[in-house]
């Protein structure tokens, strides 16, 4: 039985049009940014404590900075993402090659624990117009650093509708609006408040990632192997990026480590 279930994937994946993500640039590749954007996620953390005496934001930084650290290794080891070694860099010209574990927990603080911590402290103060203001202050400064890309070379390339891949992202979002149904109403507002700065946020970032070039769309045929790209795919596969991969696949967090029990 196992063995008829094995073709019946080896068969649906092989005749399945396949869609990529494609990643151009050294972001996906610079240690020195994923860090900068690590330490702010800190800084945000320690100022929710400081401000509210809430450790909420400490928390889901941990706890997302973790969980998708194993996540980035299942996705190496697996090659569902192929991405070229992480390098620091030390002065002009000189670069360091980041060992992949160090690479992955670096990726997991950058991917995982930057976005929920956002969602999180901005989420919460949405009400608060200085805060607002200072949340796309430092929008714009990341659309600036993003635009600010030369070297458009190709560093990573993802499948994203594999098996693996939709159920996992299918599980998350299941449990996340059965968890958000049995909220109270503050709970319930404040994890979708956190979801819609989330969003907000990634769809900005990954527009302007398209806009210059450093993030693209990759569609193959399985008949012919041909691989091509169009406006259309482009839109839908990163709108369901921005949507499905990062809104509901962090906001799982919220329900993991802040939601009361």
Known sequence: MSMIFKRIREYT???????????????????????????????????????????????????????WTIVELLLHTSETRVIKPMLFNVGEGTSIRVPLWLSLIVQGLQEGGLITTIGLYFGDRLEDTMSVIIFHVFLLLSLTNVCS???????????????????????????????????????????????????????????????????????????????????????????YDVVFEIGFAYLIFYHLFIEPS
């Open 13 to 67: 994946h092989n005749n399945r049009t396949q869609y990529y993500i494609i990643r151009y640039g050294n972001f996906a590749t610079n240690c020195n940014i994923k860090i900068m954007y690590g330490l702010i996620s800190v800084v945000l953390g320690i100022d929710d404590y400081l401000s509210r005496g809430s450790t909420d934001c400490l928390v889901i930084l941990i706890g997302s900075t973790s969980i």
């Open 149 to 239: 890309q030369k070297s458009l070379t190709r560093s990573s390339k993802r499948m994203v509708n594999t098996d693996t891949s939709l159920g996992f992202i299918g599980c998350i979002t299941s449990y996340d609006i059965y968890s958000s149904s049995f909220l109270d109403k503050e709970n319930f507002l404040r994890q979708l408040r956190m979801f819609l700065v989330m969003v907000y946020f990634s769809a900005w970032w990954t527009c302007a990632t398209w806009w210059i070039g450093s993030r693209g769309v990759e569609v193959k045929d399985p008949v012919s192997n041909e691989v091509t790209s169009t406006k259309a795919a482009t839109f839908f596969v990163l709108t």
